[in-house]
Every structure is written in structure tokens, then in C-alpha cells.
């Protein structure tokens, strides 16, 4: 190897894909022996009962299904702290490397995040995740959708907006995208299978529809910033944990986010 060689992740077609579309898809980024252990880790928290989560620790939301009225885990966040797995899968050179090429720069891990659209689970609405007041911590994320399941247009997949990231924040904080933007978009659903990487930037709009199909639809999402940045994980999940709680921290006057219609 010669001196100052350094290995791509990504190829310069796809980082410029990435900064014209505001997405990019890199297939199989996980080979099938990856893929396989990293959903088993996800699915071992599926196993989990409302009754099992500690107060102060790992954060899961539930909803009410469409199916049957029942109460079913939709979400789970900050749980990297108390999973070795999860810990090293963040942090891993894989990842990393490939954000630092579409960032240009040294990154920082932000947050983490396992959607479980179970059957009968609800979509969201369209909306920028930098819309949740995350430029209280820095100015741009990029956010890593690692596909643990399939992801079809029956059970939700994501769809996403081309080119609107461009544009910075479309409307106010903690709200759907407003009506005359939407008007202008076009979703386009980003069909994926297990073992790809959806890379997508933190203002590219997106959405989600229905899980109506009979099986799970799970996916893990790795956010991260710009080193130069700083290192803001540990006071964005103490003001969420505060606004946001889990279910099993909230009070009976809670009221839940409009980006989500069903919960």
C-alpha cells in the first residue's frame, strides 16, 4: 500500500447522486452472514413486554395497531449504551467511512433509532427529521437506514422527496411538512432489501405509509454530524426523554407528536 493511500467506501458518482437527490442506496452494503446476525439483534428486542424497559434507559414507544386495537412497539431509541452489538455497529469503520465521504469531513455518532412496523403498524407523515429542532445541535445530519427486512411498497417503505434538501427547513419545528410544499413533491418509494443502506440527509423529506402486509418491517437508522460539530448524543436524548418519553415514563396528560397520527 502506498503512503497516503486511503480506501473508498463510496464511488464519486454516488457521493454527487447523494448531494444532487439528498439519498443515496448502496446495495448489500451488509454481505448475508452481516445482515443476518444484525436483525437477530433487532428482532431480540421485539421479544421484549411494555412490563420489561427500565425507567432511565432505553427508550420504546408503542402504538396502537390498525389491525386489531392492540398496543404494539413501533420504536426503540437510545439502547446503544446498554448493546455491545449495536455500540460497535455504530461506530463501525464501515458506516463511518462512508458518511465521512458524503460529509466531506470527520463525523460524530448523534443517535440511533429501530423501527419495528409491525402489521397493522401506522406511517408518518411527510415531515424533514432536521425539522425536530435537531439544529439545536448542529446545522446537518446524515441519517444511515440499515434494511433488516424487506421494504415494499405493502409493508411502508420509505419514500422519499428528491432534491427538497437544498431548500433547509420547510415549515415550523415539530410539524409536518406544510401543504404548498407538498404540493410540489413528488414521493418516490425507495424499495430496498435486506442488507442495503439507505444514506439520506437530514432535510431530504420522507414519509411512510401502512404496514399492511402480515409480517414486520423492520429497519435501523444511524444519524450522524460533523465532528467539528461537537459530540451532542447525551443532550439531545435528556431533552427527548423530557418532551418525548417512552411509554412506559409518561404521565396520563401526555400528548404525542403530529408527525405521527395513529399513537
Not at 18 to 38: R, S
Not at 160 to 172: D, E, N, T
Not at 192 to 197: E, K, L, Q
Request: proline share 5%; with cysteine; hydrophobic share 30%.
Amino acid at each position: 500500500m502506498e503512503l497516503g493511500f486511503i480506501m473508498k467506501y463510496l464511488a464519486e458518482h454516488e457521493i454527487e447522486k447523494f448531494n444532487q437527490m439528498g439519498y443515496l442506496v448502496k446495495k448489500k452494503l451488509f454481505n448475508y452472514d452481516e445482515i443476518l446476525e444484525i436483525r437477530k439483534w433487532v428482532y431480540r428486542y421485539m421479544e421484549k413486554k411494555p412490563e420489561d424497559w427500565e425507567n432511565g434507559k432505553e427508550m420504546a414507544y408503542y402504538e396502537t395497531s390498525l389491525d386489531n386495537d392492540s398496543r404494539i412497539l413501533t420504536r426503540l431509541e437510545n439502547f446503544i449504551d446498554y448493546d455491545e452489538n449495536f455500540y460497535e455497529l455504530a461506530h463501525s469503520e464501515k458506516i463511518m467511512k462512508c458518511v465521512e465521504e458524503l460529509l466531506g469531513e470527520p463525523c460524530v455518532f448523534f443517535k440511533e433509532k429501530i423501527n419495528f412496523k409491525n402489521p397493522g403498524g401506522a406511517g408518518f407523515n411527510p415531515h424533514q427529521d432536521q425539522i425536530s429542532r435537531w439544529e439545536t445541535y448542529a446545522k446537518h445530519f446524515i441519517n444511515v437506514l440499515i434494511c433488516t427486512d424487506e421494504s415494499t411498497i405493502e409493508n411502508g417503505c420509505l419514500e422519499v422527496s428528491a432534491g427538497f434538501h437544498k431548500m433547509g427547513l420547510l415549515g415550523p419545528v415539530d410539524q409536518p411538512i406544510p401543504q404548498n410544499w407538498l404540493e410540489k413533491m413528488n414521493f418516490l418509494p425507495v424499495i430496498s432489501s435486506i442488507g442495503d443502506a439507505i444514506f439520506f440527509d437530514g432535510f431530504t423529506p420522507h414519509q411512510s405509509k401502512d404496514n399492511k402486509s402480515k409480517h414486520p418491517r423492520t429497519n435501523v437508522y444511524l444519524t450522524y454530524n460533523r465532528l467539528s460539530e461537537g459530540d451532542n448524543r447525551e443532550s439531545y436524548f435528556a431533552r427527548k426523554r423530557k418532551e418525548l418519553p417512552p411509554d412506559n415514563e409518561r404521565k396520563s396528560d401526555f400528548k404525542d407528536s403530529p408527525l405521527h397520527d395513529y399513537k
